[in-house]
C-alpha cells in the first residue's frame, strides 16, 4: 500500500479516499489511473478496466485536472519542463505519468505542454523475487553475467523484472552500475531508491543514458551496467564502450519477437553477438510472463 500512497498524495482527498475504499482486488493490483478533462476516472487493475467518478456525480473539469497536474510537479513547472517536454515525468516512487494538452513549440521542438487535457498515471511496483527462476540462464559458469536484453510489449512487466534482476546480481557479489534515465528503476527521491536494487548497486540517476553508461564506466567501476528502454544510435555506441571495457549490460527494449529485436536500431549490436540473452516477455496467461529465453542466434535457452 506504501507505494501506491506516493500516487494517492498527489490527488484530491476526496479521489483517494474513493481509491483507497476500492475492493482489495482493484486496489492491491492498480496498473494505471487515466484522468481525463470532461470525464470519469478510468482505472486498471490486472488487465481490467474500472470507472470511478470524482464524486457526487461530477466529471472530472479544469479545476480538477489543474490541481492534480500542479501537485505531480510539486507546483514547479519549471523544474519539470524537460521532462514535459518528452510528454511525460516521473513522479517520488518511480511511477510515471503521460501527460496530454496543448504543446508549445520553439524552434521546432516541443518545448512544455499547457492546457492539460488527459494526465495517466502508471503504477510502478516491486515484486521481490520474480527473476529468481530465470537468473540461472543469466549467469556464466564461472563468474560473469551475460550481456542481456529484456524484450517486452508496453504494460507487460519489463522494468519490474529489471529492477529484481539487478537486486539478484547485486546480492552475488557484483557491483552494478544503473543508469536512470527517466527516474523509473530506482525511484530515487532525496538521494535514496524507492526500490531494493541491492546493497553493491550505484544509481545515476535522470541522465541520458549514452552520457551514463561512459560516465558509470570511467567513475564507478562496475561489472554490470543496468538501463532500461535502450535504442538510440548514441546508446549503441555507449554499449559498444562497455563492452570493450569488459563490463556486462543489462536493459530493455519494446518488441514482440526476435525479428522486432533485429529490425531496430539494436539489431547490429544482436547480430553480432554483443547481447548474448534476450529474454521475451508476455502478458498471457499473466503480466509478467517469461514466454521465452533465447540466444544472439535466436536459439531457446530456456
Known amino acids: ?32 489511473i487515466r484522468i481525463r478533462n470532461g470525464s470519469d476516472i478510468v482505472l486498471y487493475a490486472a488487465g481490467k478496466e474500472y470507472a470511478l467518478e470524482p464524486g457526487n456525480g461530477r466529471k472530472i473539469d479544469n479545476n480538477t485536472i489543474n490541481t492534480i497536474f500542479n501537485s505531480l510537479l510539486n507546483f514547479s513547472a519549471y523544474a519539470y519542463q ?13 511511477h510515471r505519468v503521460g501527460i496530454c494538452g496543448r504543446t508549445v513549440m520553439e524552434n521546432g521542438k516541443v518545448k512544455t505542454i499547457k492546457e ?33 536484453i529484456i524484450v ?29 534515465e527517466r527516474s523509473e528503476i530506482a525511484g ?25 553508461m561512459i560516465m558509470l564506466i570511467r567513475s564507478m567501476s562496475p561489472d554490470l551496467i543496468a538501463t532500461d528502454e535502450i535504442g538510440k544510435q548514441e546508446d549503441c555506441r555507449a554499449v559498444e564502450a562497455a563492452v570493450c571495457a569488459g563490463i556486462s549490460l543489462l536493459t530493455t527494449i519494446h518488441g514482440n519477437s526476435y525479428e522486432d529485436v ?11 553477438g554483443v547481447f548474448e540473452r534476450l529474454i521475451f516477455l508476455s502478458n498471457v496467461p499473466a503480466v509478467g510472463t517469461v514466454a521465452a529465453i533465447r540466444d544472439w542466434r535466436n536459439q531457446h535457452v530456456g
Not at 540461472?136 to 560473469?144: A, D, I, P, S, V
Not at 550505484?202 to 552520457?211: E, F
Not at 533485429?262 to 553480432?272: E, P, T
Open 262 to 272: 533485429r529490425n531496430s536500431s539494436i539489431g547490429g549490436l544482436v547480430a553480432k
Open 82 to 94: 524537460e521532462e514535459l517536454a518528452n510528454g511525460y515525468i516521473t513522479i517520488e516512487g518511480g
Open 116 to 148: 492539460i487535457s488527459s494526465i495517466n498515471i502508471r503504477r510502478s511496483r516491486e515484486i521481490i523475487g520474480v527473476s529468481d527462476p530465470i537468473m540461472g540462464y543469466l549467469m556464466k559458469e564461472k563468474r560473469g553475467i551475460y550481456n542481456t
Open 188 to 212: 530515487m527521491y532525496n538521494g535514496r531508491p524507492s526500490y531494493d536494487l541491492g546493497s553493491r548497486t550505484d544509481v545515476l540517476d535522470g541522465c541520458p543514458k549514452d552520457k551514463g
Open 1 to 32: 500500500m506504501k507505494n501506491l500512497d506516493s500516487i494517492l498524495a498527489k490527488l484530491p482527498a476526496e479521489i483517494g479516499e474513493r481509491i483507497r475504499d476500492l475492493p482489495g482486488h482493484i486496489r492491491n493490483n492498480l496498473e494505471e
Open 152 to 180: 517486452s510489449p508496453p504494460k507487460c512487466g519489463k522494468t519490474t523484472l529489471l529492477r529484481d534482476i539487478i537486486r539478484n546480481v547485486s546480492g552475488m557479489g557484483y557491483q552494478v552500475g544503473v543508469c536512470d
